[in-house]
Each structure stands twice: as C-alpha cells, then as structure tokens.
C-alpha cells in the first residue's frame, strides 16, 4: 500500500473527500474489476474497512461503559482505557476458561478485586476519616480478629447514671446494680 497523507482543513467538506478518493480510484487502472469491469474501492476505503473489524467487535461488548459525560480530555482517555481492559481482562478470563459470567456481574467484582488493596491500606488509619466512610470501609473490609488473642475485661469505670443523679461515685464495669432496669 502506497503512504498517502490526506489533510482536510473543513471536515464538513464531504464533495471534496468524494472527489479526491474518486480521483484516487480513476487514476489506477488496477482498481478495476477485470469480471464486471466496475470500479473497485480505493484502497484507502478497502483498508479500512478490512482494519475497523476490532473496533466494532469493541464498541459491541463494551456494553457497560466507565465513561462519564467530561470536558477533560484526560478523563476521557482514562475512561476509554478503563473500557478496553475490561473487555480484555473478560477475554482474557474467558480465554482461560474460568466460569463465565455475565458482563455486569464480571466488571463489579473486578472493580472490588482491584480495589481491596486501597482499601485494605486505607482502613488501617482511619484517624481523620468521617464515620460514614469508616463504616462503608468495615462493610466492605470485615476486621478480623485473631482468635488467639485473650479478650481483656473492660476498664472499671465510674457509673455514670449515679454521678448525675446522686453526685455518688460507684465503680463499675458497666452500670452499677442500682442502676440496672
């Protein structure tokens, strides 16, 4: 295939794209079918319509997109990149002949797979953190508890029910038996 560089100042201008590939295909006589004696494509078109295929089978299985609607060009590489390495990491799982899953069920616990890592590290401060984030992380990350480790009584404290009402210091572990209902 020749290298051929086309540059269109006015992307709107359909008749001129028209023109220069007509032009392309009449200039070379092997464009020309020898059975019906029509014109053939120019090779630019048979090319990439012979090329397109994957991003067609892409566009297909991409199904469930990351993308959100941004004015930052960055963002919007990201996203793409987000969608092709899930398809290809469900390819590549199906390739292996994992059990196969639905497209929305593969890609939710992908993205917890990938993220418990973060998770994990996060939770292990979380000096600073609103509760709500804190709970959301024990949802998702239960703690373990080593089962070995003896568990110590409470500190004895004074009941605070008492210290209200009477003015009275009891110590107690939790309530004093007075206070109890």
């Not at 295939?1 to 100042?9: E, L, N």
């Not at 059975?35 to 469930?64: H, L, W």
């Not at 609103?130 to 110590?152: A, D, G, V």
Request: with cysteine.
């Amino acid at each position: 295939m020749d290298k051929k560089m086309y540059d269109f100042s006015n992307p709107n201008d359909v008749a001129e794209i028209r023109k220069l590939l007509e032009d392309d295909a009449s200039d070379d006589p092997e464009l020309v079918e020898e059975n019906t004696g029509e014109q053939q494509k120019p090779e630019v078109i048979t090319f990439y319509n012979t090329t397109k295929g994957g991003v067609d089978t892409a566009d297909q299985m991409c199904t469930f997109s990351v993308s959100r609607n941004t004015r930052r060009w960055p963002m919007v590489i990201f996203f793409a990149c987000l969608n092709v390495a899930g398809i290809n990491s469900q390819v590549i799982s199906i390739a292996n002949k994992l059990e196969p899953l639905k497209r929305r069920i593969f890609l939710k616990t992908l993205s917890h797979q990938l993220t418990i890592g973060q998770l994990a590290r996060r939770s292990l401060n979380t000096s600073g953190m609103p509760t709500h984030l804190q709970s959301r992380l024990k949802r998702f990350l239960p703690q373990e508890k080593p089962e070995n480790t003896p568990t110590l009584p409470p500190k004895r404290r004074k009941c605070g029910m008492c210290m209200a009402e009477t003015g009275f210091r009891r110590m107690t572990n939790y309530e004093c038996k007075n206070c109890l209902p």
